[in-house]
């Protein structure tokens, strides 16, 4: 009988404790969980002296971003992480954030790290990137470590969304794959050749999508635009302001990338006719790009 009463409070224990996880005044990693459901009575009264502990060590320490990050400790400015900083990069678990840290748990704690690189590469990137090329063994390995799970991470949600759009090639799907791409790109997390090839799947796709007039969204075409610039594809770049000088004739936009293409062919005649167009148009540029149009038409004084 005492057995069985015995087994029974190791129930109701366990079940309250297991209720307080899921409305979130708890949280128990896989160790704990262990101990509670496998040591009666004694395994709860130690999982919630444990947690209590862990209460107050986060009210009394205050946490560090060397303490996220730790290759950054030895820099001669600490830059000190609060709590309500972390809203910015959209984690919904900042308490197992923070107990992961405590408990000193590395795999918990790299996911956990790997999640908020994702939500802000570019906060994070450069700066990994810089380690690698630090002189300490463990530091690159640390900026190694990252970097590769980062690009693993990016993978798969970039193959995912790739999936996504070919089973149901919807508008929709198509900008959510080419939005992604994008960041993927911009993180500048992929380099080398496989960065080139990240760029040539967008230029592609974006190019697919807008001989198919599927696509009409301006930000489409100056992204097209800017990476055929980048590689110095006159051919591209002419065939994709023959379509943007349809949708937007004599945009700002527009003009900019026909000068910077007429000035990557060094094409002086051409250059100096197109001068006179704008002009005679009166295409407004800011003042950024003003500069730029200046000193084409400075040149071709010279």
């Given at each position: ?230 590689d110095r594809n006159s051919d591209g770049l002419a065939s994709l302001l023959i379509r ?59």
């Amino acid at each position: 009988m005492l057995i069985v009463i015995f087994l029974l409070l190791h129930v109701i224990l366990v079940a309250y404790t297991l209720h307080r996880v899921n409305v979130g005044n708890l949280y128990l990693d896989t160790y704990l969980m262990l101990l509670l459901i496998f040591f009666p009575i004694l395994g709860a009264v130690a999982v919630f002296w444990i947690t209590g502990e862990r209460g107050q060590l986060l009210t009394r320490k205050e946490l560090r971003f060397e303490e996220v990050i730790p290759w950054m400790a030895d820099t001669e400015e600490v830059v000190e992480v609060q709590e309500e900083q972390f809203s910015e990069f959209a984690i919904n678990h900042i308490v197992p954030f923070r107990e992961a840290l405590l408990i000193n748990s590395s795999g918990i704690r790299r996911e956990l790290i790997i999640d908020v690189i994702f939500e802000s590469p570019e906060r994070f990137v450069s700066l990994l990137h810089t380690a690698r090329l630090n002189d300490d063994v463990e530091v690159v390995h640390y900026a190694t470590t990252i970097l590769s799970e980062l690009t693993a991470k990016y993978d798969g949600k970039l193959h995912h969304l790739e999936r996504q759009a070919k089973q149901d090639a919807s508008y929709e799907n198509q900008i959510a794959y080419l939005d992604f791409l994008e960041s993927y790109i911009n993180s500048h997390i992929a380099e080398g050749h496989y960065g080139q090839q990240l760029r040539q799947q967008y230029i592609d796709r974006v190019q697919q999508l807008i001989q198919q007039g599927r696509i009409t969204e301006k930000r489409f075409f100056l992204t097209l635009a800017n990476f055929l610039l980048e590689d110095r594809n006159s051919d591209g770049l002419a065939s994709l302001l023959i379509r943007m000088e349809m949708l937007y004739p004599f945009d700002e936009e527009t003009c900019l990338i026909s000068l910077q293409k007429l000035y990557l062919e060094n094409n002086q005649a051409e250059l100096a006719t197109y001068l006179e167009e704008i002009k005679a148009q009166h295409v407004y540029f800011s003042s950024e790009n003003r500069s730029f149009v200046n000193s084409l038409i400075q040149s071709q004084k010279g």
